[in-house]
């Protein structure tokens, strides 16, 4: 049975760089990642004959392809998911979509059977149905975080956006006061991050949150999604694929 599922790949022709996302299916998990296992996806996403120069795994979770109906179970929400970066030693032309899911068998033999490793970075994933909506978000986003330390920032933002509710933003500083009371002040603040050739979806790194933070309902995922889909974005790939069925 498959293993992982692949999806948004993503070539940075300046620097060769190829990147994408695995999801787990069952059990598995990746660790350190060996030559073996990257060719086993390169193959699964259409790529041949090229070599890999050295590579990078960094671990998060997200609820991008979580299932509809959600379930009432987080770790069925929240997917353990690696963004993998591949260094190249050629140029490649990517045939498929950064919408497509594509499922494969490679595993990674340097994974010896550890469990979930919390705690663990929050990633919500945004997609829009133009460029233009999505620079007019990042705008918005890039401040966003900044709204845990700088109430006053409620106001100026709505300016920006005076057709969204207020109650957006003031939700997003309530999510946040209300971790610094359960965790301290070691939170992150969120970055949104554009990939290469991906004119249309948003990483947004939300901070590094134990198990706590998703029983929860992972408040602050919420309301940054909320906003996202005020400004015209989605969060999960069902969303993404099929807007009219989740409108």
């Known amino acids: 049975m498959e293993t992982f599922i692949l999806w948004s790949p993503s070539f940075d022709e300046r620097v060769r760089e190829l990147s994408f996302f695995a999801t787990e299916v069952q059990i598995q998990r990746i660790n350190q990642g060996t030559q073996e296992m990257l060719q086993e996806m390169l193959h ?3 790529i041949s004959g090229v070599d890999v120069e050295n590579w990078t795994i960094n671990p998060f979770l997200t609820n991008y392809l979580m299932d509809e109906p959600p379930s009432s179970n987080w770790k069925d929400i929240w997917a353990d998911t690696w963004e993998i970066k591949l260094k190249l030693t050629e140029s490649i032309k990517l045939e498929v979509e950064y919408t497509d899911l594509i499922r494969t068998w490679a595993s990674d033999t340097t994974w010896k059977g550890e469990p979930l490793y919390l705690p663990s970075k929050c990633v919500v994933v945004a997609d ?6 999505l620079e007019k978000a990042k705008k918005i986003l890039d401040r966003v975080g ?5 109430a006053s920032l409620i106001d100026d933002l709505h300016a920006q956006v005076p057709y969204l509710p207020k109650d957006l933003f003031i939700n997003i500083r ?8 359960n965790q301290g002040n070691d939170i992150n603040n969120l970055e949104a991050r554009q990939r290469a050739g991906l004119l249309k979806q948003l990483i947004l790194s939300l901070g590094i949150f134990d198990d706590k933070f998703f029983i929860n309902g992972a408040k602050l995922a919420k309301t940054v999604s909320d906003l996202v889909y005020e400004l015209d974005g989605t969060t999960t790939w069902n969303e993404t694929t099929d807007p009219y069925q989740y409108s």
């Open 128 to 133: 829009f149905y133009n460029s233009e909506t």
């Open 44 to 46: 699964d996403i259409g």
């Open 174 to 181: 309530s999510a946040y006061l209300e971790m610094e009371t």
């Open 146 to 150: 900044d709204l845990r330390n700088n």
